[in-house]
């Protein structure tokens, strides 16, 4: 998955959730995330960058947080693929 992407997907499963940051960054430093509570808080705001093992072990931090919550929405990881979804199956051919 392309890091903006990541990101962007992340953030919103954030702020869907309504997740609490400070809880998340304790459980993402206890899977091995490294960067500080205020460069996870820019990260999910989308105005700071992480690197692909944060980005992971934060997404695990969340989707730990999620599932223990019982939500459905999850963080992708860095390897998950960016499907698109279609009302109706396209055909393969189609120009479209």
């Not at 430093?29 to 996870?40: C, H, I, K």
């Amino acid at each position: 998955m392309d890091e903006a992407d990541q990101q962007a997907l992340t953030g919103a499963v954030v702020k869907r959730h309504n997740l609490d940051l400070a809880g998340l960054w304790l459980d993402y430093v206890a899977l091995g995330g490294n960067a500080s509570e205020q460069d996870m808080r820019d990260y999910c705001s989308g105005t700071l960058c992480l690197p692909e093992k944060d980005r992971d072990a934060l997404s695990q931090a969340i989707n730990e947080h999620c599932a223990g919550a019982d939500l459905s929405l999850r963080a992708p990881f860095s390897d998950s693929p960016l499907s698109r979804v279609h009302a109706k199956p396209q055909d393969p051919y189609s120009s479209k």
